[in-house]
């Protein structure tokens, strides 16, 4: 399974939900399908993405709240998996793709390669109770619609290849996307 | 010397005058009695964090989704949320407002502090993070409020040092 087959099927289910990616292909994946100004892209600062995500969804119960996450940004940020685990979001899904390399700086095996390290088990032992370990996209797709309907804090592992996109750039400066991203959730929060 | 009841009391009270709703941080000694009152107020969302470095990204969703935030950490604990201030909040433009205890300086009686109380402030100048010490308790509401209001403006971090002179008595 690729990851960038994951994204595409998501993409529909995106619009009306705040999604935060972290760096390299996903971000890349995500944009290249078409940017909206629902996404934020943290292009650096490895690990945070949770973070961020956790800040929206704790701060804007009425929203939903899809991070897409990466084995080396997660097992940078393993303690942020007990905050989310502790404060539980109801209102978060957490998906992290596992293609066990530092695909985006050189391709580096990552802890995760050949199953050395588990972060499905790392999840559920942080205290998150419904986590979802697929390698399937019909698995992927099924995990994601029962995370979606949950209505309570999810983790879904997805095992990917290590393949990313052929070409990298976007027609957004960083601080453009973070402006637009902030514009865009106000706007929704006056809408309700 | 014992962690200063009154002057956590006025910190609280300056971080509710300020408008804040939220906060982050990593318990420590001279902010425990402050954290208390935060954990007890059922106006204030307080997140603790396993490491300083998630109260970055924790400060950034929370002022992408519009509530006033702020970070309550050590100085050790700003070293090891480095990367995060500087690769999301300043690359991004996205405010900090850090009211940070500076353990390890003038008067500090334990040898494993000293180090980064030393460095503290060059560090702060290195990242261009504006910074101002807060000793006086009849000062310290207005230096919060100021704070916030420069991190607002500036869309940077910005720092108010919590000094030995304001936490202990």
């Given amino acids: 399974m690729e990851r960038a087959q994951c994204i595409a099927m998501l993409y529909p289910e995106l619009e009306d939900k705040l999604v935060v990616t972290i760096m390299g292909a996903s971000a890349q994946e995500l944009y290249d399908l078409g940017h909206r100004e629902n996404f934020f892209y943290l292009q650096h600062a490895m690990g945070l993405a949770s973070s961020i995500g956790l800040g929206l969804a704790l701060h804007l119960p009425e929203e939903q709240v899809i991070v897409l996450d990466g084995d080396g940004s997660v097992l940078m940020n393993l303690g942020g998996l007990a905050t989310l685990a502790r404060y539980r979001p109801k209102n978060l899904l957490h998906i992290i793709f596992d293609n066990g390399s530092l695909l985006s700086t050189g391709g580096f095996d990552s802890h995760t390669t050949a199953g050395i390290t588990d972060l499905a088990a790392i999840a559920r032992g942080a205290g998150i109770e419904h986590v979802a370990a697929v390698d399937s996209p019909m698995d992927f797709g099924e995990a994601a619609v029962e995370a979606l309907e949950r209505d309570d804090l999810s983790v879904i592992v997805a095992r990917v290849k290590a393949v990313g996109p052929d070409n990298y750039g976007m027609d957004l400066a960083l601080p453009e996307n973070a402006f637009r991203f902030k514009r865009c959730v106000q706007e929704r929060k006056a809408a309700r | ?169």
């Fill in chain 2, 1 to 169: 010397m014992t962690v200063s009841y009154d002057n956590s009391k006025t910190i609280f009270e300056g971080i509710k005058a300020a408008g804040i709703t939220s906060i982050s941080a990593l318990p420590e000694t001279w902010l425990g009695l402050l954290l208390q009152r935060a954990e007890d107020d059922p106006d204030m969302q307080l997140i603790q964090v396993a490491k300083e470095e998630e109260a970055v990204g924790i400060a950034a969703g929370a002022y992408f989704a519009g509530e006033p935030h702020i970070l309550l950490m050590q100085n050790h604990g700003m070293f090891g949320a480095l990367n995060g201030i500087v690769s999301l909040a300043q690359l991004y433009g996205i405010p900090l407002c850090m009211l940070i205890a500076v353990r390890g300086h003038w008067g500090e009686p334990y040898p494993w502090h000293t180090r980064g109380g030393i460095v503290t402030e060059g560090i702060l100048q290195a990242l261009s993070i504006p910074f101002e010490h807060a000793r006086d308790p009849e000062k310290v509401g207005k230096q919060i409020q100021e704070a916030w209001i420069f991190s607002q403006s500036s869309l940077s971090p910005v720092a108010l040092l919590l000094t030995r002179d304001l936490m202990e008595d």
